[in-house]
Structure formats: structure tokens, C-alpha cells
């Protein structure tokens, strides 16, 4: 199983307003824009950035699903995703 980090850029968009509806169709996919730690804190991902955990599809079909998410909002959108064989961050903003 694969963990996938996603980051959606809608282009004209304004945050969080114009990104409730890709956030909405993420979850449906199993992404959030939470991270929950080893201490079980919870903190927010910069904005645009999802994350998904257990997953068994491949990079593109992962992929092809979050493209799909964000051409759904109607805005011009860019869209990358990466296979996460782990990661480090530092957060502030909690969930």
C-alpha cells in the first residue's frame, strides 16, 4: 500500500471559497488536506495540498482521479501527484 500527496492549483480561484467543491470531491477519493502525526496531532497541509494514505492504485490512476476532481470545478487547473514512501514536514496551522 502507497501513501500519495496531491497539490491542486486552480487557476483564478480564490482560497478556501472557489476549493470547497475539489475538497469535497477529494475526500470522495480518500484525500484530505489534514495530516494526523505519530503523536495523534492533527495539522492542516499548505493550501491546494491533499494527502492520501493506503491506497493500492498506481500513481497515474491515483492521478487521472485527482485531475478529473479539478477539471469537475471548472477552473483551468494544474495538477501534481507524488507516491510518498514516506515524509517529514513542518506544520503550524491546526485542523
Known amino acids: 500500500m502507497a501513501n ?3 497539490r491542486v492549483e486552480l487557476h483564478g480561484a480564490k482560497w478556501p471559497d472557489d476549493y470547497e467543491e475539489l475538497h469535497d470531491a477529494l475526500a470522495k477519493h480518500g484525500f484530505t488536506n489534514c495530516m494526523t502525526f505519530d503523536d495523534k ?3 492542516s497541509l499548505p ?3 491533499y494527502f492520501s494514505t493506503d491506497r493500492v ?3 497515474q ?3 487521472t482521479a485527482v ?3 479539478a477539471d469537475d470545478t471548472g477552473y ?3 495538477v501534481v501527484v507524488v507516491k510518498s ?3 517529514s514536514s513542518y506544520l503550524s496551522k491546526k485542523c
Open 4 to 6: 500519495f500527496f496531491a
Open 76 to 78: 483551468k487547473n494544474e
Open 47 to 49: 493550501t491546494g495540498f
Open 67 to 69: 485531475k478529473k476532481c
Open 41 to 43: 496531532s492533527k495539522k
Open 57 to 59: 492504485e498506481d500513481v
Open 85 to 87: 514512501g514516506g515524509s
Open 61 to 63: 490512476r491515483v492521478t
